[in-house]
């Protein structure tokens, strides 16, 4: 009954039966510092303006179908393609552009999975990250401002992909102010908490 309880940590106990030393001591981790509340709202519209993009993308699919005949009779009268070295019927043609819409499909999940990758990365607290969101975002306000300006009549699907245009740019812009507001760059930037 000479045992101390609760029993000695091994680092601190005497030698080792067998004379040789303990291991060290396991180093505590530190623990996580809190995602400051601009970070997680800055996240949460980079989530919209996520969303926003795919809806962008589905109005502008459904508006290049409407004009499938365009762009199948434009493929047809194409003389680099009508080339007797190739024989394209318009079935193969109309074929050819779904096949098209697909890779674009595709393409479009990759590129939204990646965003929305980074945006976990910046909520993590990763400062390389939030830079290249901040590129991301302004470069989305660039073209919502150039989609603005170049007023043409392009049908109600036109007057839908402006709207979400220019609510993903303000989104957008959200998000990048809320990024380098002074808490959340003293978060990616690893500095302790203000004391204000």
Not at 31 to 59: H, K
Not at 126 to 145: D, E, F, K, S
Request: net charge neutral.
């Amino acid at each position: 009954m000479t045992e101390q309880w609760p029993p000695t940590p091994p680092h601190q106990q005497g030698p080792s039966p067998n004379n040789l030393p303990y291991p060290p001591p396991v180093p505590e981790s530190k623990p996580e510092r809190p995602v400051p509340v601009d970070v997680g709202t800055a996240a949460q519209l980079l989530w919209a303006v996520a969303g926003l993009g795919l809806i962008q993308a589905l109005v502008g699919t459904i508006v290049i179908l409407g004009e499938k005949s365009t762009f199948v009779d434009q493929l047809l009268s194409d003389p680099r393609v009508t080339s007797n070295e190739i024989d394209l019927s318009r079935t193969a043609a109309e074929n050819l552009f779904y096949v098209g819409i697909g890779v674009l499909g595709v393409f479009i999940l990759l590129f939204t999975t990646l965003f929305l990758l980074f945006v976990h990365f910046m909520r993590k607290g990763r400062n390389w990250a939030r830079m290249l969101l901040t590129l991301g975002c302004a470069t989305i306000v660039a073209w919502a401002i150039m989609a603005v300006s170049a007023t043409g009549s392009g049908g109600s699907g036109a007057l839908v992909l402006g709207g979400v245009q220019i609510l993903q740019a303000v989104a957008a812009v959200g998000a990048i102010v809320l990024m380098h507001r002074k808490d959340s760059t003293a978060y990616f930037l690893r500095l302790p908490p203000s004391d204000e």
